[in-house]
């Protein structure tokens, strides 16, 4: 393990049952990092995050933070991590401020913390208001306030995006950006949004059906577009055996609807279409498609694109 | 740490309705024996009342402390178990219903003390009600002139209230376990409301004195005969049911899958 990995994980798994809700992820995220965890909902996402945090036991494999390994009770590394999983949580008749200050006093912060995880979120019009009377956006915040309160070295946050506005997304993405570049915290978020990831994270790990299926630097992904040639036609079979033998087009993918991919002679769409009609093919579409980012988030985790 | 973890504990409790709501049922339950008492004492206007005078005359209950007292360590003995089994339920199971157990499972703070401090508060927050009911029925008592009172005759019966509550509560852990065990408020009351009866069930057999849930309404006198003393096996029960109770409410915390 590298030695500036702050988060690792090794063949980690959790089955319930015959469910694999996650199937032997390895993960490496590096100090100062963030990392995006992208995946449709019900990828595994959040049973990973629970596992990081040893709120589940993994069936196999394990977990490793700040070099501390993480089991069910483990609490010491716990103070140098902050975290947000799943739905934001909060006492109802509690105050934002009252909630932020059980924060304060389990993580043994100074009571300065929260007046400034207040600050920090923009909560300072609610923080005499009960938990239980904010919109589901304020509700986020006051999570993300007692994720942060006390200055974790680490952030585990389970769609940290959920329920905020527009504008409230750019504030909450400007601020996990400063809080990685400026104090160098290391932070791990999932999300099922590309848009929101892809702008965010340094790195992108896509997680489907419990795997890990590919891992990317955010330039590769935004540059990571394929384009092909789609065509329909009466017999796929007989049409990739003459686009070789004719065309030299050999890297061709059958599609599940029983068209085909052509990879290769992107530029040469009339000269595929004359040689599959000059046959006495029914082509019933060509045309060159180019796959954009979701498109090829799509296609990984078996979406229509 | 533990200081720190039950003051967040008491905290929690800070606008919350069930705390008001203890408190009302508590102060209700001394003003209702001391109506009955009123009844019985006013056979005339107690008729007039209908129903509730003729059960308050076929009670065969006279008006005077030894009466009162005993009702009052009815009431304390049954409201007792079943607000008992509602603050557990509470303070348990509200992690688990608002959702706010993940947070708390993912602070550095060793889980045991949650557990140990969760019921520290029940314990305190029982405690005060009790003295709240022994406090006001002694009030109510004494503005109704009620005959009887003696000093020797106060201190048993106040010893009795204090001694089922003590009771009560060691029987709590079990339901804070079926409280973590169950994630919410329903489990833990209805499995208190199904020993109660079972207790009930077992009281009126030779049995009562081995099934815990027996053990304070025999004190109470609701199943079968009073016992004023509770026998060594009854108090051994009673123990081990508290530390088999914490130590599955503990091991609960500590090694249960989060999922919610």
């Known amino acids: 393990?590298?030695?500036?990995?702050?988060?690792?994980?090794?063949?980690?798994?959790?089955?319930?049952?015959?469910?694999?809700?996650?199937?032997?992820?390895?993960?490496?995220?590096?100090?100062?990092?963030?990392?995006?965890?992208?995946?449709?909902?019900?990828?595994?996402?959040?049973?990973?995050?629970?596992?990081l945090l040893g709120l589940i036991r993994p069936s196999s494999g394990d977990v490793t933070m700040l070099g501390t390994r993480i089991r069910p009770g483990e609490q010491k590394v716990?103070?140098?991590?902050?975290?947000?999983?799943?739905?934001?949580?909060?006492?109802?008749?509690?105050?934002?401020?009252?909630?932020?200050?059980?924060?304060?006093?389990?993580?043994?912060?100074?009571?300065?913390?929260?007046?400034?995880?207040?600050?920090?979120?923009?909560?300072?019009?609610?923080?005499?208001?009960?938990?239980?009377?904010?919109?589901?956006?304020?509700?986020?915040?006051?999570?993300?306030?007692?994720?942060?309160?006390?200055?974790?070295?680490?952030?585990?946050l389970d769609e940290p995006a959920n329920?905020?506005?527009?504008?409230?997304?750019?504030e909450v993405r400007g601020l996990l950006r400063r809080l990685a570049d400026e104090r160098g915290v290391t932070v791990f978020m999932s999300s099922h949004i590309l848009a929101e990831v892809a702008h965010l994270a340094d790195r992108i790990g896509i997680v489907h059906a419990g795997?890990?299926?590919?891992?990317?630097?955010?330039?590769?992904?935004?540059?990571?577009?394929?384009?092909?040639?789609k065509?329909?036609?009466?017999?796929?079979?007989?049409?990739?055996?003459?686009?070789?033998?004719?065309?030299?087009?050999?890297?061709?993918?059958?599609?599940?609807?029983?068209?085909?991919?052509?990879?290769?002679?992107?530029?040469?769409?009339?000269?595929?279409?004359?040689?599959?009609?000059?046959?006495?093919?029914?082509l019933s579409r060509l045309c060159l498609v180019e796959e954009d980012l979701e498109a090829h988030f799509m296609r990984l985790t078996g979406g229509e694109a | 740490m533990l200081r720190q973890v039950l003051a967040t504990e008491f905290l929690k409790l800070r606008r919350s309705k069930i705390t008001w709501l203890s408190w009302l049922a508590f102060a209700i339950l001394p003003l209702a024996g001391g109506l009955f008492m009123w009844i019985v004492r006013e056979p005339e206007r107690a008729a007039r009342l209908g129903l509730l005078g003729q059960k308050a005359g076929l009670a065969g209950v006279t008006a005077d402390w030894p009466s009162y007292f005993t009702m009052l360590i009815q009431e304390a003995c049954v409201g007792g178990m079943v607000l008992l089994a509602i603050i557990a339920a509470y303070v348990f199971?509200?992690?688990?219903?608002?959702?706010?157990?993940?947070?708390?499972?993912?602070?550095?703070?060793?889980?045991?003390?949650?557990?140990?401090?969760?019921?520290?508060?029940?314990?305190?927050?029982?405690?005060?009600?009790?003295?709240l009911l022994i406090g006001e029925g002694l009030l109510v008592g004494t503005l109704l002139g009620l005959p009887g009172f003696s000093m020797p005759l106060a201190v048993s019966s106040i010893g009795d209230i204090l001694i089922a509550g003590l009771v009560g509560f060691l029987l709590i852990p079990v339901v804070a376990?079926?409280?973590?065990?169950?994630?919410?408020?329903?489990?833990?009351?209805?499995?208190?409301?199904?020993?109660?009866?079972m207790g009930n069930v077992f009281g009126a057999t030779g049995w009562g004195k081995w099934f815990p849930w027996s053990i304070v309404?025999?004190?109470?006198?609701?199943?079968?005969?009073?016992?004023?003393?509770?026998?060594?096996?009854?108090?051994?029960?009673?123990?081990?049911?508290?530390?088999?109770?914490?130590?599955?409410?503990?091991?609960?915390?500590?090694?249960?899958?989060?999922?919610?």
């Open chain 1, 1 to 51: 393990m590298p030695t500036d990995t702050v988060i690792a994980t090794h063949d980690l798994a959790k089955h319930y049952g015959d469910v694999r809700a996650v199937d032997g992820i390895d993960l490496d995220v590096r100090r100062g990092e963030i990392y995006g965890f992208l995946g449709r909902n019900g990828s595994g996402k959040t049973t990973t995050i629970r596992m």
């Open chain 1, 78 to 156: 716990l103070a140098r991590v902050g975290s947000l999983v799943e739905t934001a949580t909060a006492y109802p008749n509690l105050t934002v401020r009252e909630n932020l200050d059980i924060q304060r006093r389990l993580t043994r912060s100074p009571r300065g913390a929260v007046a400034e995880a207040i600050a920090l979120l923009q909560l300072e019009e609610y923080a005499d208001r009960r938990a239980g009377r904010l919109s589901l956006g304020n509700k986020q915040r006051l999570a993300l306030a007692r994720a942060l309160l006390h200055r974790p070295d680490v952030l585990v």
């Open chain 1, 163 to 170: 329920a905020l506005d527009p504008a409230g997304i750019v």
């Open chain 1, 211 to 229: 795997k890990l299926i590919e891992e990317l630097g955010t330039d590769e992904l935004r540059t990571r577009s394929r384009a092909f040639v």
């Open chain 1, 231 to 282: 065509v329909v036609v009466s017999s796929p079979d007989r049409a990739i055996a003459l686009l070789d033998d004719r065309l030299g087009i050999r890297r061709v993918e059958r599609t599940r609807e029983g068209g085909l991919h052509l990879f290769d002679g992107l530029d040469r769409a009339a000269e595929i279409a004359r040689v599959l009609v000059g046959d006495g093919l029914d």
């Open chain 2, 93 to 131: 199971g509200r992690e688990h219903s608002e959702g706010t157990a993940k947070n708390l499972l993912a602070l550095p703070v060793s889980r045991h003390w949650f557990v140990v401090a969760k019921l520290a508060v029940i314990l305190v927050w029982f405690g005060l009600l009790t003295v």
């Open chain 2, 177 to 197: 376990w079926i409280a973590t065990l169950g994630r919410g408020y329903l489990a833990p009351i209805g499995f208190t409301l199904f020993m109660l009866v």
């Open chain 2, 217 to 260: 309404p025999m004190l109470a006198g609701i199943a079968g005969p009073r016992v004023e003393v509770l026998a060594p096996g009854s108090l051994a029960v009673v123990g081990l049911t508290f530390v088999l109770g914490v130590a599955a409410t503990m091991w609960q915390w500590r090694h249960a899958d989060n999922t919610q």
